[in-house]
């Protein structure tokens, strides 16, 4: 197809991806690890749109099912992990943590690493910190709205990072103003802890 980008694989087998793994492929593939395949995003969107074809980005897929053999688009895959030290400013610990990292490894991590008990109740809690932001997630009396601080996300459309506060983002329950805005990219977030 012309135009297309040369770091997206054809006719990919995608089955590892659903928590069900349910058999299915994608037409093109793509696979986010480091700083710099986030910015290859508005490539693969401007394709995207330019040659009407449909994208998803998924994580770890723990409410995946698939229901067909071959996806004619492009599925994203999102592994961008870490997280900072702890670090303190004006009597409070912050973490910056990338949007892929699991919200159950970094409530032990941070336990274990730092004694940081602040995120234990999510212990059990699937998926991402990316979506745990996105969907406000929470479970026993905390949400991502009570951890916030701020988050970097990429514009696909325009290539621009932008800056959030917890002000900018309408938190709700199980909602933000980027649940429904396919165009943007969680790069990372700073959270209270």
């Known amino acids: 197809m012309q135009g297309l980008p040369h770091y997206l694989e054809e006719n990919f087998d995608i089955s590892f991806l659903s928590a069900f793994k349910t058999h299915a492929k994608a037409?093109?593939?793509?696979?986010?690890?480091?700083?710099?395949?986030?910015?290859?995003?508005?490539?693969?969107?401007?394709?995207?749109?330019?040659?009407?074809?449909?994208?998803?980005?998924?994580?770890?897929?723990?409410?995946?099912?698939?229901?067909?053999?071959?996806?004619?688009?492009?599925?994203?895959?999102?592994?961008y992990a870490g997280y900072s030290e702890p670090y303190g400013e004006n009597d409070k610990k912050y973490i910056r943590v990338h949007s892929w990292e699991m919200t159950t490894t970094l409530a032990i991590k941070l336990y274990q690493n730092y004694s940081i008990s602040t995120l234990v109740p999510?212990?059990?809690?699937?998926?991402?910190?990316?979506?745990?932001?996105?969907g406000n997630a929470g479970c026993f009396w905390l949400e991502m709205s009570d951890l916030f601080v701020e988050w970097r996300v990429l514009d696909m459309n325009t290539g621009e990072v932008s800056l959030y506060k917890k002000e900018d983002m309408y938190f709700q329950y199980r909602e933000s103003i980027l649940k429904e805005d396919r165009s943007q990219f969680v790069i990372d977030m700073v959270l209270d802890i």
């Open 27 to 79: 037409r093109y593939y793509f696979e986010i690890l480091t700083h710099d395949d986030v910015l290859l995003l508005p490539e693969i969107f401007w394709f995207s749109e330019e040659h009407s074809i449909p994208f998803v980005i998924i994580a770890w897929g723990t409410n995946c099912l698939f229901a067909f053999d071959t996806f004619d688009g492009i599925i994203i895959r999102n592994r």
């Open 122 to 134: 999510w212990v059990g809690l699937p998926g991402t910190m990316g979506g745990a932001c996105i």
